[in-house]
Each structure stands twice: as structure tokens, then as C-alpha cells.
């Protein structure tokens, strides 16, 4: 699958209808999910056939992505049951079988208990950037949760629209790419 | 076949005043679409390879695992056999939890308890591994902390984790 194909699959991912402030929501626009998911799936190998987690999935963008590539497994988890309804409905659209979702909280997550569970995580996690002070913790938080899991890939959407990839293995950064 | 579903790919663009031809509204459903031979609505579920995987952190609880289900609702799906998946997933579950969650479930069949040395080389065993993690699904219910006895419902096939404040 050409990573335009994948961006016009996810430019049809039904988004948030009433995105709240406070859980800083916001839909992962398809191009930047489309660069971050294919550039991982081809250089990297993380997501076919790998058990992949979708912190703070929301609608359900980066879930459907992976799984369009050919996830065996993509859990996804949220805290807010309205995302988790938008994103049930997309799972059910795109008729895709291989994602899960959980809702829960993930700063309340004991990430120990989930160590090296997961093959990879994809997020795009809350950054802080609504004015609310105590999400400043929340990337912190969620980038430490996710590396208990496995390996991960991060994606900041706003503002710099930049995707960074942690790898534990390889213990490097690096700038995915400016998309 | 769903929008942008992957095998045979038909794209359903969206026209400017928001429908999708060739497939209508389900009555009922709001914002849902299907095509006409389709199945109006299809309930989400919690796999059992997602269940393996959780545990409770209610407060003060050791270690919260595993949660012992109590469905009222099962499906059975067809997912496609990936036999390299499975065997790569084997050594990460807990295969008692699983045996056991199975059995819960009335859907242990002839899976063994006891995880045979060479199950890489069987294609056979690595079905029924396949079967009861990707196609057993749960969709109501709930999963119950074996420490504190809290219960997490499971609603439409979402497991809800969420504590209350004095839990946490």
C-alpha cells in the first residue's frame, strides 16, 4: 500500500464531533499519521503482524492505520467514551477486526505490570498545549508509560508538526520527518 | 466490504453534502453507513489476547492479575490465520490466564493446559491458539479484580478501567 493510499483511507476516519479542551483532543490530521505509520511499517517493520497499542487513541486515526497495515493486534486506549464511541464506529466502517479498544486512563496505568507486552506504540499523545498546566505532565507520563510497553513512535501534531521515534533497542531519536 | 478496507480496496469518498454513494444511513444508528447487503450494526468486543494483557491498579491492590471475566455476551468471529503472529505472541501471554479465561467462556475446546515444547512446528496447535485469541470475543460483561473484587463492566466490547477518586 503506497502511503498516499493510506492517507486517503485515514482522510475518511470520522473525527471528533465535539472535541473537549480539557483532554486536549483533537483528530491526528492523515497526512502526518499516513508519513509517521508508513514510515515505521517500511523502515522499521513495527506494525505488520505486531501487537501494536494506541495510547490516548481517540477517534481512532493511528488505530485504523495500523491496522489497515496489517497489525495482528491494535489496542487502543482512552480515557473519554465519546472518542471510544467515534472510534467503535470507524472500526466498524472500515469492517477491520484487528483492533480493541480500552477505555481507562493512561497516567493511572501501572506500566510495570505491561513491560514489554506490546511490540509498539503509536501515539499522539495530549502535549500540554491548551493551557492547562497539568497536562505539561501528561507527555511525560504517556512517553513513560509507552516505553514500558515496547518499543514506541511518538507524534507531535502541533506546532512544529514534527514525528519523533524512540526505539529502546537502537536508544535513539530520531526525526522521522517534517511532514 | 467496509470503506477503505484493505483487500480489493473501494473507496468511498465523500460527497460535498456529506453522503457516501452506493451505501445509506442505518436507520437508527446515527452516523452509521452500510452498504445494503452488509450487517446494520456489528457490536465491538475485547479479544482475549487483550484481556492477557490487563490488570487492576486499584490502590493498594499487589498485582491486580489476572481479572477473571464474567461474560454475558460472546461472539465468535473469523479473523485470518497468521501463524507467525501467533507463535510470536505465545511466549508473551500468560498461557494459563488464557487457558483458563477460555475455559470461562466454554470456548477451551481441545486447547491443552499445558503448553507442548515444539508448538512452533504445529500448525495445528497454533490454529487453536489462534482461534481463542483473535476470534473469541467478549462483548458484554465484566472483569473482576481477583485482589479487591472491584468489577470493570465491559460495555458493547470496551472494557472500562476507569477508577473512582478514592480508588486511585
Not at chain 2, 41 to 60: A, E, I
Request: proline share 5%.
Amino acid at each position: 500500500m503506497k502511503r498516499k493510499e493510506l492517507e486517503s483511507c485515514l482522510q475518511q476516519v470520522d473525527v471528533f464531533e465535539k472535541p473537549k479542551l480539557l483532554l486536549e483532543q483533537y483528530p491526528t490530521r492523515p497526512h502526518i499519521a499516513a508519513c509517521m505509520l508508513y514510515t515505521i511499517h517500511n523502515s522499521f517493520d513495527d506494525i505488520e503482524d505486531k501487537l501494536v497499542a494506541d495510547l490516548g487513541c481517540g477517534c481512532g486515526v493511528l488505530s485504523v492505520g495500523a491496522a489497515v497495515l496489517g497489525a495482528g493486534l491494535c489496542v487502543g486506549f482512552d480515557i473519554d467514551e465519546d472518542a471510544l464511541e467515534i472510534c467503535s464506529r470507524n472500526i466498524e466502517e472500515f469492517d477491520l477486526k484487528n483492533i480493541d479498544t480500552v477505555q481507562c486512563d493512561v497516567c493511572a496505568l501501572v506500566p510495570e505490570r505491561f513491560s514489554n507486552k506490546f511490540d509498539t506504540v503509536i501515539m499522539n499523545p495530549p502535549f500540554g498545549t491548551k493551557h492547562n498546566k497539568v497536562q505539561d505532565l501528561l507527555t511525560l507520563i504517556f512517553g513513560d508509560v509507552a516505553l514500558w510497553f515496547g518499543t514506541c513512535c511518538l507524534c507531535c501534531s502541533k506546532p512544529s508538526c514534527r514525528c519523533r521515534l524512540v526505539r529502546r533497542d537502537v536508544d535513539v531519536s530520531a526525526s522521522v520527518g517534517r511532514c | 466490504m467496509g470503506k477503505g478496507s484493505l483487500s480489493g480496496i473501494t473507496a468511498y469518498p465523500r460527497t460535498i453534502d456529506g453522503s457516501f454513494p452506493g451505501l445509506q444511513r442505518c436507520p437508527g444508528h446515527y452516523g452509521t453507513w452500510s452498504s445494503a447487503t452488509q450487517p446494520c450494526w456489528v457490536l465491538l468486543r475485547m479479544k482475549l489476547l487483550t484481556h492477557n494483557m490487563l490488570t487492576s491498579h486499584v490502590k493498594g491492590v499487589t498485582k491486580g492479575y489476572p481479572l477473571l471475566i464474567k461474560a454475558t455476551e460472546v461472539k465468535l468471529t473469523d479473523v485470518d490465520f497468521n501463524s507467525e503472529f501467533v507463535s510470536r505472541m505465545i511466549p508473551k501471554i500468560e498461557w494459563s490466564v488464557l487457558v483458563e479465561a477460555a475455559d470461562t467462556l466454554g470456548h477451551l475446546n481441545d486447547l491443552p493446559r499445558d503448553l507442548p515444547p515444539d508448538y512452533e512446528s504445529s500448525e495445528d496447535f497454533l490454529r487453536k491458539v489462534h482461534h481463542v485469541l483473535l476470534e473469541v470475543e467478549v462483548l458484554e460483561g465484566n472483569l473482576k479484580c481477583p485482589e479487591s473484587g472491584r468489577e470493570f463492566p465491559i460495555t458493547k466490547g470496551v472494557p472500562n478501567m476507569l477508577l473512582n477518586e478514592d480508588e486511585v
